[in-house]
T-cell receptor
Framework: DAGVIQSPRHEVTEMGQEVTLRCKPI?????LFWYRQTMMRGLELLIY????????DSGMPEDRFSAKMPNASFSTLKIQPSEPRDSAVYFC????????????FGPGTRLTVL | GDSVTQMEGPVTLSEEAFLTINCTYTATGYPSLFWYVQYPGEGLQLLLK???ADDKGSNKGFEATYRKETTSFHLEKGSVQVSDSAVYFCARADGNNRKLIWGLGTSLAVNP
């Protein structure tokens, strides 16, 4: 069975550029989560979708970040313009039910903004 | 407010040693509790969970018991292996199961 798929696995970009991270959740899962992980702040929930609808985006840092889920099998997280402090590992996760159901994480995208 | 507190790492043990990673939480009611593990270079994966007081979650030799009296969910393993080297995250659901509150993670290194 395919797990959560994220692309790219690594992204190196220059400050000011647009970055788009992609996620394909596990088929049949109703909830999708975007997380950011850094040494300084640990694991942070950025946004949570349920049935393709954003439920909680209180963790999105600022207007430079946006996330979409146009259908049940695809989501994007966009940063425009990117800044060096956005450098982190970004994880996508999905679950069958809601937040408290077992979350299945993708391998992550390591973003470096120079 | 609602929180999850884990013991600070890194924890360094020799192979076959006993492991305890402490986790305490603040909450109203009896939220579901979780331990997730992150192996190097990978995403997190569920290790075990408990959904009500006095439940014991177990998996891969790890155990944790939901203690409402002490609001704790400590992770234990009787004999660790080098392959257990990872970061361990304690988490709890909020009262409505609409949010997962994460601890900061505890890094474990097991030496041969």
């Amino acid at each position: 069975d395919a797990g959560v798929i994220q692309s790219p696995r690594h992204e190196v970009t220059e400050m000011g550029q647009e970055v788009t991270l992609r996620c394909k959740p596990i088929s049949g899962h109703n909830s999708l989560f975007w997380y950011r992980q850094t040494m300084m702040r640990g694991l942070e929930l950025l946004i949570y979708f349920n049935n393709n609808v954003p439920i909680d985006d209180s963790g999105m840092p600022e207007d430079r970040f946006s996330a979409k889920m146009p259908n049940a099998s695809f989501s994007t997280l966009k940063i425009q313009p990117s800044e060096p402090r956005d450098s982190a590992v970004y994880f996508c996760a999905s679950s069958l039910g809601g937040m408290a159901d077992t979350q299945y994480f993708g391998p992550g995208t390591r973003l470096t903004v120079l | 407010g609602d929180s999850v507190t884990q013991m600070e790492g890194p924890v360094t043990l020799s192979e076959e040693a006993f492991l305890t990673i402490n986790c305490t939480y603040t909450a109203t009611g009896y939220p579901s509790l979780f331990w997730y593990v992150q192996y190097p270079g990978e995403g997190l994966q569920l290790l075990l969970k408990a959904t009500k007081a006095d439940d014991k979650g177990s998996n891969k030799g790890f155990e944790a018991t939901y203690r409402k009296e002490t609001t704790s969910f400590h992770l234990e393993k009787g004999s660790v292996q080098v392959s257990d080297s990872a970061v361990y995250f304690c988490a709890r659901a909020d009262g409505n199961n609409r949010k997962l509150i994460w601890g900061l993670g505890t890094s474990l290194a097991v030496n041969p």
